[in-house]
């Protein structure tokens, strides 16, 4: 094979079995013949590090992320607007972006051999530009109840994997309110008060829900749904609809398409890829062709 992988483990992914799955994908990549660098670091943001300066220096061909949608944003973040292609090694409980990438899930060999048999494809990757650098998304970017849910989850240290979050679901649900935004897509503004407005440059989040449907990693746009306000009941009567994706047809959802946008409220901490990402106002734009991801189609070159 002759390439040079850098691979970052997430141990505790996938309820604890991430150590495993990680040791799995290193021995076949060695078996492959591939020469793996460990650039898995003692936290989250040492390995983050370590895999932006390996990225960085030119010291690796792969970037192998072995995790959930946590990973895969540590790797867009590494690897967006470089050659170095990213292979996400799907782990995790979510695997949202490797589901809809077509990636295998939690089967860490197979992940592995398409680093040496499979192809590159190259998609478009969300960023806010900073002044400390770019912050880059693979997924969706929300903002809303999610994002409240979200932070209500990570102020808790148990219960573990998807249930502390569907318990964080079911403890903001009775005190939720709609949030005041200002929504800009390509000039066009919105003012509205919403439950939810999530920005896709994919389809899914949250472990399966496809929030929208019609988001394609290599358009060129982002997509954006707002979720304008409506009863806590008609709510819960949504929600479920969100992971099948019928729930667009419903009169209080918007979608709305475009390369740039601004999101305006205040008191609510973005998250992407399930991760937090920056306090709003925020502004986002796609990248188009930002990032290469190892892939199973054949359609798909170098």
Known sequence: MGQRIGVVVNPTSGRGRGAAMGAAAVARLRASGGEVVDLSGDSHAHSTDNARAAVASGGIDVLAVV???????????????????????????GNDNARSLGLPIRQPEQAADLISSGAVRTIDAGRMRASDGDRWWIGVLGGGFDSVVTERAHRWSWP???????LAVARELPVFTAIPYAIEVDGHRVETTAMLVAVGNGPAFGGGMLVLPEAKFDDGLLDVLILHE?????????????????????????ILRGEKVRLETTGIMAQAD????????????????????VAPSSRYVT
């Open 230 to 254: 409506v009863s806590v009941l008609e709510f819960l009567k949504v929600f479920p609809r969100v992971f099948k994706g019928t729930h667009v047809t419903h009169p209080k959802i918007e």
């Open 160 to 166: 573990k994997g998807p249930m502390r979050y569907n």
């Open 274 to 293: 399930g991760e937090r990402f920056h306090p709003m106002p925020i502004d986002v734009e796609v990248a188009p062709g930002a990032l290469r991801v």
């Open 67 to 93: 995790g959930g949608d946590g990973m895969a944003h540590l790797g867009v973040n590494a690897c967006a607007g470089t050659p170095v292609a990213l292979a996400i090694i799907a782990a995790g409980t």
